[in-house]
């Protein structure tokens, strides 16, 4: 089964799971969500499979910046993906796509559930 891990290249916690992810046999792709103009499509998908809290960094320096408006749309349904879209670091990473199933972020649990 195919495992793609989307992320950052410059995200510590995306290479981890990936140097975690090729060790233990997995042989995963990864995309850079900055650099791949087809996440725009995924977004929603990922929003429907893991929940609109789950996908939302904010903890992140890009969710502090953001303006008290553009945090409002991250609690609308309706516009969180191009919130998303438009600003990608918000993302929660890395984002881990086996067939149908998603995962976000690189917790105890996730790697239990990918077998690492």
């Not at 410059?10 to 850079?32: H, I, W, Y």
């Not at 969500?33 to 990922?46: F, K």
């Not at 670091?89 to 199933?101: A, D, E, F, H, Q």
Request: hydrophobic share 40%; glycine share 10%.
């Amino acid at each position: 089964m195919s495992l793609t891990v989307y992320g950052l290249k410059n995200c510590e916690t995306c290479r981890k799971a990936m140097t975690a992810l090729s060790e233990g046999g997995r042989n995963p792709a990864f995309v850079d969500i900055r650099a791949e103009p087809s996440v725009a499509g995924l977004i929603p998908g990922w929003i429907r499979a893991v929940g609109e809290a789950k996908i939302v960094n904010r903890a992140s320096m890009t969710w502090r910046k953001l303006s008290d408006e553009d945090k409002a749309r991250a609690d609308d349904a309706g516009k969180l993906a191009g919130l998303l879209d438009e600003h990608r670091t918000l993302i929660k990473r890395p984002v881990i796509v086996t067939g149908s199933t998603v995962h976000v972020g690189w917790t105890k649990a996730v790697q239990a559930e990918l077998g690492v």
